[in-house]
């Protein structure tokens, strides 16, 4: 049975969902999108196929959704609490472990951007927004690509075929699985387990 636990942080309290795997050899740690939550799709599916393969699991509640809030913040309050939940997590439930990071659409991004401070094995991106929605005149802001490329450790991008924030280039250490769907990843629900089960054993 899944427990949850509340990490305090710099930027208020977190809380993790701990599902612990018999024998675990590692443990994925998942984050939400920006205004969704732990119970997307996508990430039950991520973390019912990492159990099955012996990885522990904690999905992440940023302190702004815990605390009520449906808007992000600032990324600086987003990547330090996410760095502070890590960090506690590898000293105290998943101590000795792997560590594999990642998560749905907004949380796949902070994954990237604090994959080496929090010295991860492995990212595992759900829906990575590659490109900023359109403003009202048409055009859009940078790529979000350099956050990917910045990650040395190997990486899984599952993105939806028609995913209207764009399609990741696969590249050095990161494999793209397109699946059928778009950003919400509801479609093909076994596609997105395949690629995930395909993957965690190379981590």
């Keep these: 049975m899944p427990e949850t636990v509340r990490i ?9 969902e701990l599902s612990h795997a ?11 999108g920006a205004g969704g939550g732990i ?11 990492a159990l099955a393969e012996g990885v522990s699991t904690g999905l992440v509640t940023q302190p702004y959704r815990v ?23 590898r000293g105290g439930a998943f101590s000795g472990l792997p560590i594999i990071a990642g998560g749905r659409s907004a949380g796949a991004r902070v994954a990237c951007r604090c994959a080496a401070q929090t010295g991860a094995a492995a990212v595992l991106c759900l829906a990575f927004p590659l490109e900023p929605p359109k403003r009202r005149d ?20 599952v993105q939806g075929e028609s995913d209207r924030f764009g399609m990741p280039p ?9 699946v059928e769907g778009d950003h919400g990843l509801k479609k093909d629900r076994d596609a997105i387990a395949a690629a995930i089960r395909a993957w965690l054993p190379k981590t």
């Design 67 to 89: 605390a009520g809030k449906k808007s992000q913040p600032a990324v600086n309050t987003i990547d330090t609490a996410w760095t502070a939940v890590l960090e506690e997590l």
């Design 170 to 178: 696969a590249g050095p250490n990161r494999e793209v699985a397109v």
């Design 39 to 49: 119970h997307a799709p996508d990430l039950q599916i991520a973390r019912d196929v």
């Design 138 to 157: 048409g055009t859009r802001g940078p790529s979000r690509l350099p956050e990917l490329d910045a990650v040395e450790v190997p990486t899984l991008v």
């Design 22 to 32: 018999e024998s675990a050899r590692a443990a994925l740690v998942l984050g939400h």
């Design 8 to 16: 305090e942080t710099p930027k208020g309290e977190a809380e993790v």
